[in-house]
């Protein structure tokens, strides 16, 4: 389907449905008795209930199987900063994947706001409904200052998807990669072209694996400890053990592995030749990757993926969040942890049983994807 295409039938889709999810009652109320019980004056003795014991809610309300899916606007896919309207049709479709993929019901809040304390009030404001907080699509670095808040206020998993999800679903990627290429997955070379969100906790997931060489680079060049930004100075000081320099092309000589969490079109053929033998590139800059496939192949590259759907091996987060919540709500988690994400990222990796150049990671759609990721999460 050409893009102009989908586009279009997004859009009339979109028209259409007036939105993506809906909400529906549990429980049909046909009669007085009925009423009596789900409203007045029946539910004054849960409320009354909950007022007394709180932690009770999980078990009374929605509290216990619902996400709130927030977002300012300031990250949107790969269109930028588009506000709160142009990001609620994204949350709602994350919404409609939770409920698809792991029953899970979420629902979309987009704020009006851009002020990380704001963000974290309203959060805050909210949380008692929800059983988890799934962050989207908000913008690097204030989005790991907003994610550590609430993590600490909060006893309730929150977790930043583009972030984690995005590391879950690499780390899986590469397990299976360096099998199809004879390679031991702790000595990989590891380039990270991407220092906001993604390329950040991919970059701190991957040492928690025991990856220890990893350079990491944003449009400046490789990042090192004379960086202003706080986040970047911590990336520093704990990657690059080989003290390499310069751009994208010094830190691919010799590297085995290129993960993309950047912009379009930053790499070529020439480029990949830098590369080890049998490399690993896995291109996830949305719409347009960083190097497309063919390209990548061109240069040598032995298991290429990116975050599209229209070529093989989609490094997803869709095949993360889905089951990281499934897990957390069904077993009461109240942080996700380091440990949690590695074993997620194994469980998903195990599902490809003979993984190849072509699949090295399981589609949205096959059985046991969210399943598989919530069992770790415990």
Known sequence: MKKNDTNSKAIALHKKLRGKITISSTMSVTSRAELSLVYTPGVAAVSSLLHKNAKLAREYTIKGKTVAVISDG???LGLGNIGPYGALPVMEGK??????????????????????EKIIEAVMAVAPVFGGINLEDIAAP????????????LDIPVMHDDQHGTAIAVLAALINAAKVVNKDLKKLKVVISGAGAAGTAVAKLLLVAGIKDIVILDSKGVIDKNRPEAHKKALAAKTNPRKVAGGLQDALKGAD?????SGPGLATAADIKLMAKKAIVLAMANPTPEILPEEALRGGAAVVGTGRSDYPNQINN????????????DNGVRKITDEMKVRAAHNLAALVKKPTAQKIVPGPFEPGVAKAVARAIR
């Open 142 to 153: 204030k989005c790991f200052y907003i994610e550590e808040e609430l993590k600490k206020r």
């Open 257 to 261: 592995v290129l993960l993309g969490v």
């Open 318 to 329: 869709s095949l993360v969040f889905p089951g990281v919540f499934r897990g957390a709500l």
């Open 74 to 76: 300031s990250a949107v």
């Open 95 to 116: 919404c409609a994947l939770f409920k698809t993929f792991a029953n899970v019901e979420a629902f979309p809040l987009v704020l009006d706001t851009q002020d990380p």
